[in-house]
């Protein structure tokens, strides 16, 4: 889809309730989805954390979506495809002050040249006990990003189009940080299996899309 168009399109999103919980199961492993049910996310004193979904046009003005692969380190998130962003620091107003400078630190992007269209419901990831706030924003004026090499390994710049392919639903047998081979349902883009709690925001962000495209 041609980035202006998109743009006048997704600028609706900001009136749509969130889809939240119910679009988050959809990609989630049953074990979480029981886990939730048994346990108080707020007993768990989760630290907090911000993301940001950056939707930007390629040079044939053709949108995109970006994510990062991480650095393989000593983490649970380690190798995995995520959004830029990061966790709280003292400095952060906000969360959406968070996934911002995050999102400068790790790719590049000044925050100044990002317009947030829209907060998305929180995931709590039990693994790393952290509790992430998502954001969508668009990059209207994109320059070449520039990783930041400690953190991440590469870039995927992932058509909308593609995103919005239902036939890149899968479902995929995987050993996590949590449980040995169990089926996880999963986004195929770039190449890439996309789970866990980057594919339940990326549901949810599906969902408010389907809802104005």
Excluded at 146 to 153: A, D, L, Q, T, Y
Aim: with cysteine; aromatic share 8%; net charge negative.
């Amino acid at each position: 889809m041609n980035f202006n168009e998109f743009c006048e399109l997704a600028l609706k999103l900001k009136n749509l309730p969130l889809p939240g919980e119910d679009s988050h199961n959809k990609m989630s492993p049953q074990l979480r989805i029981q886990w939730l049910k048994d346990n108080r996310v707020q007993d768990a004193n989760p630290r907090r954390a911000g993301v940001m979904a950056l939707f930007y046009p390629d040079v044939e003005q053709e949108t995109r979506l970006l994510l990062i692969l991480r650095k393989v380190y000593q983490g649970v998130h380690s190798n995995q495809i995520g959004f830029p962003g990061g966790k709280v620091e003292r400095i952060d107003r906000d969360l959406m002050d968070t996934a911002l400078r995050e999102t400068h630190e790790e790719v590049g992007v000044p925050p100044s040249a990002v317009e947030v269209i829209k907060e998305l419901s929180e995931v709590y990831i039990p693994p790393s006990n952290f509790l992430v706030r998502p954001f969508i924003g668009i990059y209207p004026n994109p320059q070449p990003f520039i990783k930041e090499e400690s953190e991440v390994e590469s870039l995927v710049e992932v058509y909308l189009r593609d995103f919005l392919d239902d036939s890149n639903h899968i479902q995929e047998n995987l050993s996590t940080s949590y449980a040995k081979n169990i089926d996880v349902p999963a986004f195929k883009l770039n190449g890439y299996t996309v789970w866990g709690a980057t594919a339940m925001m990326l549901s949810e962000i599906k969902e408010l899309l389907r809802q104005v495209l």
